[in-house]
């Protein structure tokens, strides 16, 4: 499968725990972004990186949360202390940056559930 | 601001039946705007992907069409199958150096048998 991979898929914390998810990117894409979608809503954007650099974070993104991409390919979202709202689906898409069609291949997400 | 307003909220139709899903704008600079269809618990898909340039495009029995005056798009399903249920959403790319995404809320399109 040469798509976007996300692990896992399903994760149940405890609030206040720590989690983090795994997103690998399109192996030839240099764009990658997180976002987060709750129930009947559409994706909200959380952040993105070319290559190794993050160049956006949405207001969404509290300090609670941090996303890394050491090397330019995969990427890490982490997310400290969990509460009850952070329950969603966190979405990982990647796309190639060129200019004109950027098309964003998105992953089927982490499902995560604070208990 | 820029936003992206999807109607209607949710649908219901018979299989085999035809319809029509709608997107209205406020995204500037426009650069493209797509059409994604998620699967319950799956992550969005890309049905097509549209430049100012163009007011039509097919990918089967999904037709798109924009309206770039009026900041209106359509997803038009053709004789719908059950595997159609899900939710559509409508993405607007605006341009600047990051290529930000604008995401509608979606419809969700149930067929029934």
């Known amino acids: 499968d040469t798509g976007v991979s996300q692990n896992p898929r399903h994760k149940i914390t405890k609030r206040g725990q720590n989690v983090t998810f795994r997103c690998d990117p399109i192996?030839?894409?240099?764009?990658l972004y997180w976002y987060r979608q709750t129930l009947g809503q559409g994706p909200e954007f959380l952040t993105y990186f070319q290559n190794e650099a993050q160049l956006e974070k949405s207001r969404l993104l509290s300090d609670r949360f941090s996303a890394e991409r050491p090397k330019g390919s995969f990427s890490t979202l982490e997310i400290q202390r969990t509460e009850q709202g952070d329950s969603a689906m966190y979405l990982c898409?990647?796309?190639?940056?060129?200019?004109?069609?950027?098309?964003?291949?998105f992953g089927q997400g982490t499902r995560l559930t604070v208990v | 601001k820029n936003q992206v307003e999807q109607s209607p909220q949710s649908l219901i139709i018979l299989e085999g039946k035809n319809c029509t899903l709608q997107c209205n704008y406020t995204v500037s600079p426009f650069s493209n705007l797509r059409w994604y269809k998620q699967d319950t618990g799956r992550g969005p898909v890309s049905l097509t992907i549209?430049?100012?340039s163009e007011n039509t495009k097919s990918n089967g029995r999904y037709t798109a069409t924009l309206d770039a005056d009026t900041k209106q798009s359509s997803l038009h399903i053709t004789a719908s199958q059950l595997s159609d249920s899900a939710s559509y959403i409508c993405v607007v790319s605006a341009k600047g150096s990051n290529y930000q995404l604008i995401w509608g809320a979606g419809t969700k399109l149930i067929i029934k048998p």
């Open positions: 898409a990647s796309s190639l940056a060129r200019q004109g069609d950027t098309e964003a291949f």
């Open positions: 192996s030839e894409h240099n764009r």
């Open positions: 549209m430049t100012f």
